[in-house]
């Protein structure tokens, strides 16, 4: 079945870093892929989203592109934010819709 | 906020007790999901609709059963609790389009004791 596997963390960072959290999945056909963040004590939020091969997501700096070559979908900021701080969940949707999610990589970032 | 109430937010029980959340939604939005979340498994899915009165089983379905009587309210029941059940459970909506996201309400966390 579809599958997601995302580096595992915890992930601690200084202030403009660069960050970069690994997604590779495992799907029949081409999925659509999404990243989620979690902040504490919410729900979670959809960061950004690629639907097909060689397309690129990106919304608050945050930046990932669908390579299916890799059957990857890497999440990346160029420099982060104390704001950033969050538990961030890589996802596909296969062909029966339903969303499958990695296990959460936890980011800290220090001032 | 995309118009999702869970209820109650914070819940404790006994083991062997029924217990029921409440997912409420205000967008009219056609699927609704039930996912818990426990750390080293991300999110998994327990149960969905895609109408009223149409449901199906996620990948941990087992000792939980829910309903869907109107649009709005999706209901998890949890027939006779245990411990392994002790998690926060995540209510989520779809629009109907197909490449549509998941926006998901603020979670309730149950503790079993």
């Known amino acids: 079945g579809d599958s997601v596997t995302q580096m595992e963390g915890p992930v601690t960072l200084s202030e403009e870093a660069f960050l970069t959290i690994n997604c590779t999945y495992t799907?029949?056909?081409?999925?659509?892929l999404f990243w989620y963040v979690q902040y504490p004590g919410e729900g979670l939020q959809l960061l950004l989203k690629?639907?097909?091969?060689?397309d690129k997501g990106s919304n608050k700096g945050f930046e990932a592109t669908y390579r299916k070559e890799t059957t990857s979908f890497h999440l990346e900021k160029g420099s982060v934010q104390v704001s950033d701080s969050a538990v961030y969940f890589c996802a596909l949707r296969g062909l029966d819709y339903k969303l499958s999610f990695g296990a959460g990589t936890t980011v800290t970032v220090r001032a | 906020d995309a118009g999702i109430t869970q209820s109650p937010r914070h819940k404790v029980t006994e083991t062997g007790t029924p217990v029921t959340l409440r997912c409420h939604q205000t967008e009219n939005h056609r699927y609704m999901y039930w996912y818990r979340q426990d750390p080293g498994h991300g999110l998994r899915l327990i149960h969905y609709s895609y109408g009223v009165k149409d449901t199906d089983k996620g990948e941990v379905s087992d000792g939980y059963s829910v309903s869907r009587s109107k649009t709005e309210d999706f209901l998890l029941t949890l027939e006779s609790a245990t411990s392994s059940q002790t998690s926060v459970y995540f209510c989520?909506?779809?629009?109907?389009?197909?490449?549509?996201?998941?926006?998901f309400g603020n979670g309730t966390r149950l503790t079993v004791t």
């Open positions: 799907a029949t056909g081409y999925p659509s």
């Open positions: 690629a639907t097909k091969a060689d």
């Open positions: 989520a909506i779809k629009e109907d389009s197909n490449n549509s996201p998941l926006h």
